[in-house]
Structure formats: C-alpha cells, structure tokens
C-alpha cells in the first residue's frame, strides 16, 4: 500500500527489551511525549524509568529579591508535579539531575553524568525526544540520547517521541486503554497549565494519531525507532548535528542584531534627552533671537 511509506496501518511496540529509560528534558515531558505508552510498557512487565534532565526553571524567571528561594520553590514544585504524574500512572519516581533549563545544549557535563548512571541502569530501549522538535533542550537531549545510544552496550534501541513537532513514524502504539490515566497524569501539571492548554492539546494528538489504526484504536502516541545497526547510518543522514549548529549560529547573529539594535535605541533616547535639554537651557532661550535674525537674513540674501 503506497499509504504505508508515510505512516503505520497497524500498531506495534516501540521498545526492546525489558528495561526501558525514558530521557525527559523537563519535567512534564515524559507524560506528554509517551506516558500513555510508559504505562503500557509497565502493565507489560517491563521496568520502566524516567530521567529528568533540567529543573524546568529558567535562568531569568523570579528576578525580584526573594529570587533564589522563588526560584527553590519553583523547582520543587515542578519536580513534585512530575512525581505525581509518575503516581498517577503507577510508574517509578523519576530520577531528576536538575540541569539549567534553556541552556542544554552548551551543557559540557551532562553526558558523562548521564552515562555514568545509564551505564549502571542498563537500559535495552533510549525513548527520548524527537530529532525534529523545535524546542533547543528537546533537540539537546536527542541529541544526547543518540550519543549515548551508540556508547551503551545494553541500549538495543532509541525510540523518539514527539511533543511540539509532530513526526514522522515508523511505529505507533495503542494507548487507547491508557488514555484516561494520561490525562489523569498531564493534568499534575498546574504551573504548565496555566501557561498552555497543554493536556489538551496533547490529547488532540494522541486522538489524530489513531488516523490510520482502525475503528478499535481511539488514542495513539507516535515514535520514530532506529535500532542499534542502524545509528550510524541514521546519524549520518539525519544531519541533526549539522542543523543545531546552523541554528545556534543564526541564533548567535540574531543576539548580535538585536544588541545593535538596542545600543542603537538607547543612543537615539541619549541624543533626544540631549537636545530636549539643549532647548530647555537658559543660554538656548537668550539666543533665539539671533537665530531668529539669522533666519532672516538668509533669506534677504
């Protein structure tokens, strides 16, 4: 069927193996990206584990005094928002490293702490967020699980998960029977809530995602799965690398361009405060007579 090149017709599993590491960029995204599937896989007797790599707390958020136990509260609150996600769906507590959020892709120590206790852990499936998300951490932490992928003997395979861009599978799972504990979990979310209707949002996609999977299946959740042989060949082709480092240069001459431009702005508001005070000067007002008379004179000539 020429459907079948650009999506699945029926459902199958996204992982090998019996111990799967979900790899979460902030807290919330392992339920919005595969909760549904994470608490299939578990029902199916496999362990399953999320690690969470930032606070979800970026730099210039609570800046007035109180900032630093704003900021402690605001971390907590997030980290306890994924645990209660983790309880809703009866699945481990995640693991949480507390990396800056936003800054993941200039993180230099990330990797080896996440390697040193993946090593430990063993996972035979990475699930972590699609190579073509939008967001800089998710597309950090793609990249991270790629690379982490070809370094572990027990990894099998990565499986990408979409969250802001939608993909394009090659494996969709049924989380029909799931669904209802999903939105139960994505709804432990009330400080990302109140920014975007995420839950249903997510659940809109979860809904479209049973397009091609028959009257039986009503949610689905997509990946994209390399299995190990493939990684090298994948990366190679994919030109993930390539893409992020064009983005972060065109993001380094857009920080330029607008510096420039607000040096430029506050000039021209120096210049103006100048000569609104030249104008308002005693000396200004005694010789506008003479530029009266000057005036004058021009034209006489």
């Known amino acids: 069927m020429f459907e079948r090149h650009f999506t699945p017709y029926e459902v199958t599993s996204a992982v090998i193996g019996n111990r799967i590491a979900i790899l979460a960029p902030h807290p919330d995204d392992e339920v919005f990206g595969c909760g549904g599937s994470a ?13 969470i790599i930032t606070s979800g707390v970026l730099p210039d958020e609570c800046l007035e005094e ?9 971390i907590a609150l997030r980290a306890n928002e994924s645990r ?13 490293f507390g990396r800056q959020d936003g800054a993941l892709l200039n993180d230099k120590d990330i990797e080896e702490l996440l390697f ?34 070809k370094r572990l003997d027990s990894v099998r395979r990565i499986a990408f998960y979409e969250v802001g861009v939608p993909l394009v599978p090659n494996c969709l799972e049924d989380i029909t029977q799931c ?64 893409t992020t480092q064009v983005l972060m240069a065109a993001e380094k001459e857009r920080q ?29 007002r005694i010789t506008q007579p003479l530029r009266w008379l000057r005036k004058v004179l021009k034209k006489i000539k």
């Open 116 to 149: 040193e206790r993946l090593q430990s852990w063993m996972p035979t499936t990475l699930v972590v967020p699609s190579i073509w998300e939008m967001h800089r951490d998710h597309r950090a932490t793609s990249e991270l699980g790629l690379s982490l992928a």
């Open 84 to 96: 209660a996600a983790a309880k809703v769906l009866n699945l481990p507590e995640p693991e949480f």
């Open 39 to 51: 608490r299939k896989w578990s029902n199916e007797g496999k362990r399953v584990q999320a690690f």
């Open 179 to 242: 669904q209802e504990l999903k939105w139960l979990a994505m709804n432990q979310f009330a400080s990302q809530l109140q920014v975007q209707d995420y839950a249903e949002q997510i659940r809109g996609l979860n809904k479209f995602r049973s397009y091609t999977l028959g009257m039986e299946v009503h949610y689905a959740e997509a990946f994209y799965t390399v299995d190990k042989s493939e990684f090298k060949r994948f990366c190679e082709t994919s030109g993930l690398s390539r």
């Open 256 to 284: 330029k361009d607008q510096q420039l431009m607000t040096q430029s702005q506050q000039r021209i508001h120096e210049l103006e405060s100048t000569l609104e005070q030249m104008h308002q000067s005693h000396s200004w």
């Open 66 to 74: 109180s900032r630093d136990i704003k900021r402690s509260n605001k």
